[in-house]
């Protein structure tokens, strides 16, 4: 009976653990911005449009993957931006912006794209474009491995 008894409790924690990385952490961009204030963190901005095919097969494929869940969710603040929303303002450093603002101002001129912010909120560079899952995380761990030291 003991040894049943703990079979079921290690499957249920199991099941606890993997429900907890079932999907990405996405927050607002000024969401992360107070995280990395109080637990400095690097930032991964998402910044994807309504009409980008590839934004789409991105969250379908690769956002969904386990392992990308996983190596986002505890490396970064995770950030998703619509590069054409407009209505949603947000102060960030003493200005105002709009996801589009702060897009545009960031440089993005293509969709997918991924900003990496250092723990600073300073961008350190862009990766954009749709990957697989397993050549997404090995780019992105080389941009945190070149970053981090």
């Known amino acids: 009976m003991k040894k049943l008894f703990g079979a079921v409790l290690i499957t249920l924690i199991s099941a606890q653990i ?3 990385q ?3 952490n996405w927050l607002t961009f000024e969401e992360a911005a107070a995280k990395t ?7 991964f901005v998402d910044v994807y449009t309504d009409w980008c095919g590839w934004c789409k097969k991105m969250d379908k ?3 969904s993957d386990p392992k990308v869940i996983a190596y986002i ?3 970064f603040y995770a950030v998703k931006m619509n590069a054409e929303n407009t209505k949603r303002s947000f102060d960030f450093r003493g200005k105002q912006y709009t996801e589009a603002t702060m897009a545009k101002a960031m440089r993005v001129n293509s969709y997918p794209n991924f900003i990496i912010m250092d723990p600073l909120m300073e961008n350190i560079t862009q990766y954009p474009g749709y990957r697989e899952p397993n050549p997404f995380l090995n780019g992105l761990s080389g941009i945190v491995n070149k970053f981090s030291k």
């Open 18 to 20: 993997a429900s907890a």
């Open 22 to 24: 079932e999907k990405i």
């Open 37 to 43: 204030a109080e637990n400095p963190k690097m930032v």
């Open 61 to 63: 494929d690769t956002f």
């Open 73 to 75: 969710n505890e490396n």
